[in-house]
């Protein structure tokens, strides 16, 4: 094997020794891209989610072709919607994204749901937006919580 040379960083630089170092050790220079899971300048959760609430009323700049797909492929094929996200984990190192238009269609749902609730049970306006307010915080927040608490 070659000999590495520290003062060449554009090249790879191979280590040649004996005990636990591979021959096939090497050291990238500045040349090569840093890799996806070494980032220097993470943004804060904070920043991140000062950056999704600004977006959550920027209606023009969200994606909400994406977010119907993901929205009927969740019922559909569910198996597609991971897949998705997987890709997405795998290209841009992150899960989620930061596009708030499929939690704007949850919360359109969730109202239009609460309201005909609220008309078909002959609710009064409180008594429908108290239902709405049981939804939102039990059934998808509380339950959320609970589900990721116990498959974490």
């Given at each position: 094997?070659?000999?590495?040379?520290?003062?060449n960083?554009?090249?790879?630089t191979?280590?040649t020794?004996?005990?636990?170092?591979?021959?096939l050790?090497?050291t990238?220079?500045?040349?090569?891209?840093?890799?996806?899971?070494?980032?220097t300048?993470?943004?804060s959760a904070a920043?991140?989610?000062?950056?999704y609430?600004?977006?959550l009323?920027?209606?023009?700049q969200?994606d909400?072709?994406f977010a119907?797909?993901?929205?009927i492929?969740l019922?559909v094929?569910?198996?597609?919607?991971y897949?998705?996200?997987h890709y997405r984990?795998?290209?841009?190192s992150q899960?989620?994204?930061?596009d708030?238009?499929?939690?704007?269609?949850?919360?359109?749902?969730l109202?239009?749901?609460?309201?005909?609730?609220?008309?078909?049970l002959?609710?009064s306006f409180?008594?429908?937006?108290?239902?709405?307010?049981?939804?939102?915080?039990?059934?998808?927040?509380?339950?959320a919580?609970?589900?990721?608490?116990?498959?974490?």
């Amino acid at each position: 094997m070659l000999s590495g040379n520290s003062s060449n960083l554009n090249s790879p630089t191979f280590y040649t020794g004996s005990g636990s170092q591979s021959p096939l050790n090497f050291t990238y220079g500045p040349s090569l891209p840093t890799p996806t899971t070494h980032r220097t300048g993470c943004m804060s959760a904070a920043a991140k989610r000062y950056k999704y609430l600004r977006r959550l009323f920027k209606c023009g700049q969200m994606d909400f072709e994406f977010a119907v797909w993901q929205a009927i492929y969740l019922f559909v094929s569910p198996q597609k919607v991971y897949r998705n996200f997987h890709y997405r984990k795998q290209t841009k190192s992150q899960f989620a994204r930061d596009d708030p238009a499929f939690l704007v269609l949850l919360s359109i749902f969730l109202v239009v749901s609460s309201a005909g609730f609220g008309l078909v049970l002959k609710l009064s306006f409180i008594q429908t937006f108290f239902l709405f307010l049981y939804i939102v915080v039990v059934d998808v927040i509380v339950i959320a919580i609970v589900i990721a608490t116990l498959v974490w």
